[in-house]
């Protein structure tokens, strides 16, 4: 019973290659999640997510479902719209979220119209990934992309805490925060394009996001916050790619749910800053002060 | 130690449209102390930044004698920094040496113990576990000041370090900037207190307005008697 509920779906060889690609992929996006987070840019992976899809809608228009062309695309795509973004938050007098959300409602409307405009692809498939799709092509390119991106992070390291803790003194100092915040955003794309067979361009962030936001329950240090994030994440691409396989629902909406529950879970009793957490605070407070 | 002067041409410095600074010649001399006043918007802040590198420069030129980016260290007002930013005070007093390490080269138990002795320095000993998001306005400071220390730097520009912090703190760090002062550093601090300027500063410069001159009226010792 618990074998066929737990073990009998990865013997099939798609959801072994999906879980393979979602484990990979749950080591190298949370981490830049976190740092997302840190850095207030939490709407920026929204922009990333949508904005992406207009690339994605092309590459295949070029070139037909090959995984490389809509990849590519939606790599190129998504720097695109970072630039964009970047050029637009450095104030031109509007709110930098209003422009933000301009730029996504654009690209999500355009790529769906992109992608409506041709036969042969399934919108939701491409929005909310697919775990039949993901063939070795996109497995290699999802291993390969956190391959890549867990050493440029820690090689960026240093800077980039710099860079979010404190710009002026980075800047003051004589290194350049322009260069570490561009490679980081493109690991951020490249996470995100990599991700988009198994779990759709519109749900791959949530396992770059929703684990780094509820990382912040389980530890106090940036280190620790990192760590719990991708430990999050592995566990929900396991319960995720489990219960699409169980209930029908496809594996990007699964995987996001369950990382979704995990932070709700982290949020009311986590070990820190948690509900939980504050509630017995209040306990302490309100028996110091009795005695007072 | 002893920086070279640092001089200013004919400086103007612009925010957005404003013209903040306006033709400001003269020289901070090697190992002096000067407190930079003037009302709101008069362009403190961005003078400091400016000299620092970090604000365009509009008009006429700074010189700085040579001195590398790394020679130049810069108290940001505490408001700049992200205090809710998961990190230890220890990595932040190390974080005053990433100027000179680079972003790559790792940092050592040797440089750790640095930033310890920093700490206890600026009178915040066995804190360096601590995270910055438990720490009073004062003690923020502290660390910061630690973080100076550890980028030992000939020059230093310091946006309003005492005006966020109780008086002990002030007194405290008072003290340091003193000590910093005796070592021949060249000091720049932007202040609203205008006592402590004129009993502890020798140099004083006084931001009035688009047509500012660093006339001696202005540039006189206030501490001279």
Not at chain 1, 187 to 203: D, E, I, K, R, Y
Not at chain 2, 119 to 138: D, K, M, Q, T, Y
Request: proline letters at 5%; glycine letters at 12%.
């Amino acid at each position: 019973m618990i074998y066929d509920l737990l073990v009998a779906p990865f013997a099939l060889g798609f959801m072994r290659r999906a879980l393979a690609g979602c484990l990979a992929l749950s080591c190298a996006a949370p981490p830049l999640g976190v740092f997302l987070v840190l850095r207030r840019m939490s709407l920026m992976s929204d922009v990333m997510q949508h904005g992406v899809l207009p690339g994605i809608a092309l590459g295949a228009a070029v070139a037909g479902l090959s995984v490389w062309a809509m990849g590519l695309g939606g790599v190129l795509a998504g720097l695109i719209v970072a630039l964009l973004a970047g050029w637009l938050s450095r104030g031109h007098g509007a709110r930098e979220d209003s422009q933000l959300a301009g730029v996504y409602l654009i690209a999500l409307a355009l790529g769906v119209a992109l992608i409506s405009a041709q036969r042969g692809i399934d919108l939701t498939h491409v929005l909310f990934g697919s775990v039949l799709a993901v063939d070795d092509m996109a497995l290699f390119a999802m291993a390969g992309v956190a391959t890549i991106a867990l050493p440029v992070l820690a090689l960026i390291w240093r800077p980039l805490i710099l860079e979010s803790l404190d710009p002026g003194f980075l800047a003051a100092t004589g290194g350049r925060g322009a260069v570490w915040h561009a490679l980081f955003l493109a690991l951020v794309v490249l996470c995100v394009v990599s991700g988009f067979v198994a779990l759709g361009t519109l749900m791959s962030v949530g396992l770059m996001m929703l684990p780094a936001i509820g990382a912040r329950h389980w530890s106090a240090s940036l280190a620790g916050q990192i760590r719990a994030s991708v430990v999050l994440a592995i566990l929900s691409s396991v319960v995720g790619l489990l219960l699409s396989y169980h209930t029908d629902i496809p594996a990007g909406p699964a995987i996001v749910l369950t990382a979704g529950a995990a932070w709700i879970a982290g949020t009311l009793c986590g070990p820190h800053a948690s509900l939980r957490e504050s509630m017995s605070g209040h306990r302490r407070v309100n028996a110091a002060g009795k005695i007072g | 130690m002893t920086p070279p002067p640092i001089t200013l041409d004919h400086l103007t410095l612009r925010h957005g449209e404003r013209t903040v600074v306006s033709n400001l010649s003269g020289v901070f001399a090697p190992g002096s102390m000067t407190a930079l006043t003037g009302d709101n918007g008069a362009g403190k802040t961005t003078l400091l930044r400016a000299l620092a590198g970090l604000h365009p420069v509009a008009g006429g030129r700074i010189d700085r004698g040579g001195l590398a980016p790394a020679d130049i260290a810069m108290l940001p007002q505490v408001s700049e920094l992200d205090r809710t930013f998961p990190i230890t005070c220890r990595d932040v007093v190390a974080l005053g040496l990433a100027g000179r390490v680079g972003a790559f080269t790792g940092i050592g138990l040797a440089q750790l113990r640095q930033a310890e002795a920093a700490l206890a320095a600026v009178g915040l000993p066995n804190l360096g576990n601590r995270g910055i998001g438990a720490l009073s306005a004062g003690q923020f400071q502290r660390v910061l000041f630690a973080r100076l220390m550890l980028q030992d730097a000939p020059v230093l520009l310091l946006d309003e370090p005492f005006s966020a912090v109780d008086t002990t703190t002030a007194h405290d760090l008072l003290a340091i900037l003193r000590r910093w002062h005796r070592e021949g550093r060249t000091i720049i601090t932007v202040l609203h207190d205008l006592d402590m300027v004129r009993a502890h500063f020798p140099d004083t410069l006084c931001l009035a307005g688009a047509d500012t001159v660093w006339a001696p009226s202005v540039w006189t010792p206030r501490e001279a008697a």
